[in-house]
């Protein structure tokens, strides 16, 4: 890159190019006080993970990651330290940054001196002896420390003991561990758990191809400004104009363009109904459309589509008021409609995510239904999607989607779970509100009720362990809820739930028989000879969670009795499923201090799932000192994990036992567990409990 500061350049990149060539960059990115922190989640990570490997697998000629803009840090020509200002891009030039940690770490890369010496020119500059980390951060020293301790031995290091690729303990930045340890349980996983691309994907074979393809392939626009641009009104200019057409608006174009003026309109009033996919429509409308349990027709979205109060002086405000005024009138702001019920909610999909699923249960209309699993759920490839399975110039087949896109969402509003995002992402409660759940049709209830407790914890389960971004489990869903409306008229069990908790039951049981691929459960789970450590799929540990708050707190009495182990719980404290993504050992991997030998240290019984802060909390401490700060939090309410429980059932401090036996014991009561509520998991359909012999 030129070293004329006063020059504005644009230029493509790859990790390739950024370290070799006539435009390499052999400055450090500066990352300034000013900017946020790491803010990607799990979910973020993921998704660029995912999207990388479908466009490597799929032989993309690119896969284009976004755009950074830097600029020079010190303009001071006195001043020895020079460094290119991150304005814009952090995030996803951290995340990369991260996935080279990984890879350069992982065994097979390793063997590749090439590759391995690539990767390490992307993370530093400089010679071996004194190597400088490409990412440096101002006023961030605990940061700055650790990409500067990693890259001086290309490893962790935990009290002097080297560490493997799983280890982030060196990292003291909760996000970016956290973004690691997806970045390295994706790369490690022998089948990645969380996609709904039906084939195998075997990406720990893979990784030296997958490497080399996000080495070259994986590209961004580097704009450099020239060092006397004013960054504050850089700032305010990029908020402020230039705000690009999303996709989806792109998409509604294509389906109303060529309506006459007034379908035009009344269809764009739908469409934009079900565009705030967070909130929840509004009452009069719900109430309209009898909640989503009736089939619309043209006659209801013409007619009967009204919106909730935009303000006091507009009680009896409707669409069809709004379709009298000029377009480029104001629409009103959508608001909740109970006073008493004014808390922000998150969907479990974004809505380009919601259009497509909707589009797969279209096309099962018009198609047959093995088009369902062609059509994905992707959001980058929404226009795409749509082109190859929806003719826009067929108007009235287009308005039939829109009008299958709103009896879609009403059951989305219904009958299924939103987060309150005011509580955070970890702790949030995830809950059905519905106006069917009340006795007054113009309130909106929370739904309870064993059957309906049981629904809303098995949807956050599924929500939780699979493809938080896409929510692959929602197609089949909405699907099914749209089906009984089509073939009975009104959904007759909206009140007890019964016919909805099947078919979720029977979507999990798919899903769990899916995940096994022919495999036993504990050769799954890591329950025989030494088990899998952190590769187990952490879709078991979601699934026994469900399981065991079903028996402890849901009193469900329609399992097999030989299993119901009793818990390290008395009060009751509530629980609640939660986003978290860290394998912990109970008998510490790195400092093995108590009774379990090392055959047994990697196996599912010695296993929990909990959050990365949790993780860190216990780090390599006994099983004893576990066991005592597990029941300090749960005297206060707090439940990190049930299998964690059921493991400190037999006391705290000095007193807990913790050895071989234990472990198996607890094993064994566990994957009873599982087939209790799976008994296909079982051959022979019994709860026998022998001892895994390991």
Same mark, same amino acid.
């Given at each position: 890159?030129?070293?004329?500061?006063?020059?504005?350049?644009?230029?493509?990149?790859?990790?390739?190019?950024?370290?070799?060539?006539?435009?390499?960059?052999? &400055?450090?990115?500066?990352?300034?006080?000013?900017?946020?922190?790491?803010?990607?989640?799990?979910?973020?990570?993921?998704?660029?993970?995912?999207?990388?490997?479908?466009?490597?697998?799929?032989?993309?000629?690119?896969?284009?990651?976004?755009?950074?803009?830097?600029?020079?840090?010190?303009?001071?020509?006195?001043?020895?330290?020079?460094?290119?200002? &991150?304005?814009?891009?952090?995030?996803?030039?951290?995340?990369?940054?991260?996935?080279?940690?990984? !890879?350069?770490?992982?065994?097979?890369?390793?063997?590749?001196?090439?590759?391995?010496?690539?990767?390490?020119? /992307?993370?530093? &500059?400089?010679?071996?002896?004194?190597?400088?980390?490409?990412?440096?951060? !101002?006023?961030?020293?605990?940061?700055?420390?650790?990409?500067?301790?990693?890259?001086?031995?290309?490893?962790?290091?935990?009290?002097?003991?080297?560490?493997?690729?799983?280890?982030?303990?060196?990292?003291?930045?909760?996000?970016?561990?956290?973004?690691?340890?997806?970045?390295?349980?994706?790369?490690?996983?022998?089948?990645?758990?969380?996609?709904?691309?039906?084939?195998?994907?075997?990406?720990?074979?893979?990784?030296?191809?997958?490497?080399?393809?996000?080495?070259?392939?994986?590209?961004?626009?580097?704009?450099?400004?020239?060092?006397?641009?004013?960054?504050?009104?850089?700032?305010?200019?990029?908020?402020?104009?230039?705000?690009? @057409?999303?996709?989806?608006?792109? !998409?509604?174009?294509?389906?109303?363009?060529?309506?006459?003026?007034?379908?035009?309109?009344?269809?764009?009033?739908?469409?934009?109904?079900?565009?705030?996919?967070?909130?929840?429509?509004?009452?009069?409308?719900?109430?309209?459309?009898?909640?989503?349990?009736?089939?619309?027709?043209?006659?209801?979205?013409?007619?009967?589509?009204?919106?909730?109060?935009?303000?006091?002086?507009?009680?009896?405000?409707?669409?069809?008021?709004?379709?009298?005024?000029?377009?480029?009138?104001?629409?009103?702001?959508?608001?909740?409609?109970?006073?008493?019920?004014?808390?922000?909610?998150?969907?479990?999909?974004?809505?380009?995510?919601?259009?497509?699923?909707? %589009?797969?249960?279209?096309?099962?209309?018009?198609?047959?239904?093995?088009?369902?699993?062609?059509?994905?759920?992707?959001?980058?490839?929404?226009?795409?999607?749509?082109?190859?399975?929806?003719? /826009?110039?067929?108007?009235? @087949?287009?308005?039939?989607?829109?009008?299958?896109? !709103?009896?879609?969402?009403?059951?989305?509003?219904?009958?299924?779970?939103?987060?309150?995002?005011?509580?955070?992402?970890?702790?949030?409660?995830?809950?059905?509100?519905?106006? %069917?759940?009340?006795?007054?049709?113009?309130?909106?209830?929370?739904?309870?009720?064993?059957?309906?407790?049981?629904?809303?914890?098995?949807?956050?389960?599924?929500?939780?362990?699979?493809?938080?971004?896409?929510?692959?489990?929602?197609?089949?869903?909405?699907?099914?809820?749209?089906?009984?409306?089509?073939?009975?008229?009104?959904?007759?069990?909206?009140?007890?739930?019964?016919?909805?908790?099947?078919?979720?039951?029977?979507?999990?049981?798919?899903?769990?028989?899916?995940?096994?691929?022919?495999?036993?459960?504990?050769?799954?789970?890591?329950?025989?000879?030494?088990?899998?450590?952190?590769?187990?799929?952490?879709?078991?540990?979601?699934?026994?969670?469900?399981?065991?708050?079903?028996?402890? /707190?849901?009193?469900?009495?329609?399992?097999?009795?030989?299993?119901?182990?009793?818990? %390290?719980?008395?009060?009751?404290?509530?629980?609640?499923?939660?986003?978290?993504?860290?394998?912990?050992?109970?008998?510490?991997?790195?400092?093995?201090?108590?009774?379990?030998?090392?055959? &047994?240290?990697?196996? /599912?019984?010695?296993?929990?799932?909990?959050?990365?802060?949790?993780?860190?909390?216990?780090?390599?401490?006994?099983?004893?000192?576990?066991?005592?700060?597990?029941?300090?939090?749960?005297?206060?309410?707090?439940?990190?994990?049930?299998?964690?429980?059921?493991?400190?059932?037999?006391?705290?401090?000095?007193?807990?036992?913790?050895?071989?036996?234990?472990?198996?014991?607890?094993?064994?009561?566990?994957?009873?567990?599982?087939?209790?509520?799976?008994?296909?998991?079982?051959?022979?359909?019994?709860?026998?409990?022998?001892?895994?012999?390991?």
């Amino acid at each position: 890159m030129t070293n004329n500061d006063n020059a504005l350049s644009t230029k493509k990149y790859s990790a390739e190019m950024l370290t070799q060539g006539d435009y390499r960059i052999n &400055l450090p990115f500066l990352i300034p006080i000013y900017q946020r922190l790491y803010t990607w989640e799990h979910q973020h990570v993921e998704r660029l993970l995912v999207d990388l490997w479908a466009a490597y697998r799929s032989d993309q000629p690119e896969y284009f990651i976004g755009a950074v803009v830097v600029s020079p840090a010190n303009a001071n020509p006195t001043n020895k330290y020079q460094a290119l200002e &991150l304005i814009d891009g952090q995030q996803r030039m951290t995340t990369l940054w991260l996935i080279a940690s990984v !890879l350069v770490t992982y065994k097979a890369l390793t063997a590749d001196a090439d590759s391995l010496q690539q990767w390490k020119k /992307f993370m530093a &500059l400089g010679d071996d002896s004194s190597p400088m980390a490409r990412l440096d951060f !101002l006023g961030r020293e605990n940061d700055k420390a650790a990409v500067s301790s990693f890259i001086k031995n290309w490893c962790c290091s935990c009290d002097g003991k080297s560490c493997d690729s799983d280890c982030n303990g060196w990292l003291k930045n909760e996000a970016m561990s956290v973004a690691r340890s997806t970045i390295s349980r994706f790369l490690t996983s022998e089948q990645y758990e969380k996609t709904d691309i039906s084939e195998s994907q075997n990406i720990a074979d893979k990784i030296p191809g997958f490497s080399a393809y996000i080495w070259s392939k994986a590209t961004f626009v580097i704009t450099r400004l020239h060092s006397g641009t004013d960054k504050n009104r850089f700032f305010d200019t990029m908020n402020s104009r230039g705000i690009q @057409l999303e996709k989806h608006e792109i !998409l509604k174009a294509k389906l109303l363009n060529g309506m006459d003026e007034p379908s035009r309109q009344r269809y764009a009033k739908a469409w934009d109904l079900c565009a705030d996919i967070n909130g929840y429509m509004p009452t009069e409308c719900q109430e309209k459309f009898d909640y989503g349990r009736i089939v619309l027709d043209e006659y209801c979205i013409n007619k009967s589509i009204e919106i909730s109060r935009a303000n006091k002086a507009q009680d009896d405000f409707t669409l069809e008021d709004i379709l009298s005024k000029p377009e480029s009138d104001p629409q009103p702001q959508p608001q909740h409609e109970e006073k008493k019920q004014t808390k922000a909610y998150r969907s479990v999909v974004s809505f380009p995510v919601f259009l497509l699923h909707v %589009l797969r249960i279209f096309v099962c209309h018009q198609k047959p239904p093995a088009a369902l699993k062609d059509i994905s759920v992707d959001d980058k490839k929404l226009i795409s999607q749509f082109e190859e399975n929806l003719a /826009f110039e067929d108007k009235p @087949l287009c308005k039939k989607f829109i009008g299958c896109l !709103l009896e879609c969402r009403l059951l989305l509003d219904n009958f299924v779970i939103k987060g309150h995002v005011d509580e955070g992402s970890e702790f949030a409660r995830w809950e059905i509100w519905s106006h %069917l759940a009340g006795k007054k049709a113009d309130t909106r209830d929370k739904r309870t009720g064993q059957t309906w407790d049981s629904i809303t914890m098995l949807q956050t389960m599924m929500y939780f362990s699979q493809d938080t971004t896409r929510a692959p489990w929602l197609t089949d869903l909405l699907k099914g809820l749209r089906e009984e409306t089509e073939t009975k008229g009104r959904w007759a069990t909206a009140a007890d739930g019964g016919w909805l908790l099947a078919q979720l039951q029977q979507q999990d049981k798919q899903y769990a028989e899916k995940r096994l691929s022919g495999n036993t459960l504990e050769k799954i789970v890591g329950a025989e000879g030494k088990g899998l450590s952190t590769k187990v799929p952490h879709y078991w540990f979601f699934k026994l969670e469900y399981c065991l708050w079903e028996l402890w /707190f849901n009193k469900n009495q329609t399992i097999c009795a030989c299993a119901k182990p009793q818990p %390290l719980i008395e009060k009751k404290p509530s629980f609640r499923m939660r986003h978290v993504t860290s394998i912990e050992h109970v008998s510490p991997q790195s400092r093995n201090n108590g009774d379990i030998t090392d055959l &047994l240290l990697d196996r /599912f019984g010695n296993l929990v799932l909990i959050s990365v802060g949790a993780n860190s909390s216990y780090s390599d401490k006994d099983p004893s000192v576990k066991a005592a700060e597990f029941t300090l939090k749960l005297d206060k309410g707090m439940v990190e994990s049930l299998k964690l429980a059921h493991i400190f059932k037999n006391g705290s401090g000095n007193s807990l036992r913790w050895n071989d036996d234990d472990l198996k014991a607890h094993e064994t009561e566990m994957l009873a567990v599982l087939k209790a509520f799976h008994p296909e998991l079982e051959k022979n359909n019994t709860c026998d409990q022998e001892d895994n012999k390991g």
